[in-house]
């Protein structure tokens, strides 16, 4: 199904089309300006524009198609104006796929003692030099705008995910008004910034409300009364709060969202996640674990997570995991990986890094396969029951 939005060169740059579904869990092509995203889809992050420790052409023989970058550190390093400069974030570092560019919400919010928040934006300094920055509705627009994603994301206030009633309301509704300053200011720049890197961008806005379903589910009317949106993000998940009450509240979201549009889980990435999401009626993911767990040694497998630096893969023949395709799985040991961890070999490092964002990236184009094939449901309880076979070892 397409989506009809508010220009009709917005239709033809940005398209859903919902092509199975498995119970909640959905499957479905999601069409930007530089290429069309295969749903379920995890997304690697590349932060500062890059992927820790990975080339472009990894990700492309790994098969990601959509990966995302950050405007709060951007902004700082290089700066936007200078991203801008050099054609965009797509020229920049040499990806020709889609990207998604996070507001820097979180990035702001979490400098506890490093900012203040007033209705009109937020004051921060930097966590590199100390030097004063403000970020406001129509100021994050402008960033996004310069760096060129295919998708930008509003910018939201963001609470730790226990947070009270009260507190998670003030955020949410704080949101659903500074979305409305966004939404302004992006249909401006789509009017009067036609050179921009990416011409034709598209604006999701950010359901909040803690873990609070009342508020989850007014964050979701609010929304969906002010605009025809082409897709929505759903934050304040994975910040502190119980699994069990990140998975009721998107038992909530999927049932308060419109179904044809895509829905981006923002900052959740541990397997067991991802499917537990798609089944939630998620259908696009990020985070930060894959490359930092293996930079840390910790890498997954279908049996759960484990850590390299274990005395037990001294001797170890064995791949990363027996079931997985990646570089690192189809040539080195389990013996070899140790070592290069032991002695302290950047290698080591970047094919840890490559297996756990292949690993995940395989895993939804499995998880797609079994929407399509109308078996999601029995295929994701036996995945959730062998990962969970055995105790955790990080």
């Known amino acids: 199904m397409g989506m009809q939005c508010a220009s009709s060169d917005h239709v033809t740059a940005f398209l859903f089309h919902l092509t199975h ?79 998604l560019t996070d507001s820097g919400g979180f990035q702001v919010f979490s400098l506890e003692g490093l900012r203040t928040i007033a209705e009109d934006g937020v004051e921060f300094k930097s966590h590199l030099d100390g030097s004063l920055h403000q970020f406001t509705p129509e100021s994050v627009m402008r960033i996004e705008r310069n760096l060129g994603a295919d998708v930008i994301m509003q910018f939201d206030h963001v609470v730790p995910g226990q947070s009270a009633e009260p507190l998670a309301r003030e955020a949410m509704e704080r949101s659903i008004r500074w979305l409305a300053r966004c939404q302004s200011e992006f249909e401006r720049l789509q009017r009067d910034d036609p050179d921009a890197p990416t011409p034709n961008q598209a604006l999701f806005p950010i359901v909040q409300g803690g873990i609070h379903a009342a508020l989850r589910r007014a964050s979701c009317e609010a929304i969906h009364q002010s605009g025809d949106w082409i897709g929505f993000g759903i934050g304040g998940l994975s910040v502190g709060e119980a699994k069990p009450d990140m998975y009721a509240m998107l038992d909530v979201v999927n049932a308060a969202l419109p179904t044809d549009r895509p829905r981006y889980l923002m900052g959740v990435g541990f397997p067991e996640d991802l499917v537990e999401g798609v089944a939630r009626g998620v259908d696009v993911f990020d985070c930060v674990a894959p490359t930092r767990m293996g930079r840390t040694g910790a890498f997954f497998t279908t049996t759960g997570r484990r850590n390299i630096k274990n005395s037990t893969f001294r001797l170890d023949p064995a791949p990363l995991d027996d079931a997985c395709t990646c570089v690192a799985c189809s040539r080195f040991s389990r013996a070899y990986l140790r070592h290069l961890f032991v002695t302290e070999e950047l290698l080591g490092l970047r094919l840890l890094s490559l297996h756990n964002v292949h690993f995940l990236v395989a895993l939804m184009r499995d998880a797609r396969a079994a929407v399509q094939g109308g078996s999601f449901e029995g295929w994701s309880r036996d995945w959730l029951a062998r990962y969970h076979s055995r105790l955790t070892t990080t």
């Open 21 to 99: 579904q498995s119970g909640a869990a959905r499957a479905g092509h999601f069409v930007t300006p530089h290429g069309v995203v295969e749903t379920p889809q995890f997304m690697p992050v590349g932060t500062l524009a890059s992927v820790k420790t990975l080339d472009p052409d990894d990700l492309h023989r790994l098969g990601a198609t959509m990966i995302l970058a950050n405007a709060y550190h951007l902004h700082l390093r290089p700066t936007d104006d200078t991203v801008r400069a050099m054609g965009g974030l797509h020229r920049f570092m040499a990806w020709n796929k889609p990207i």
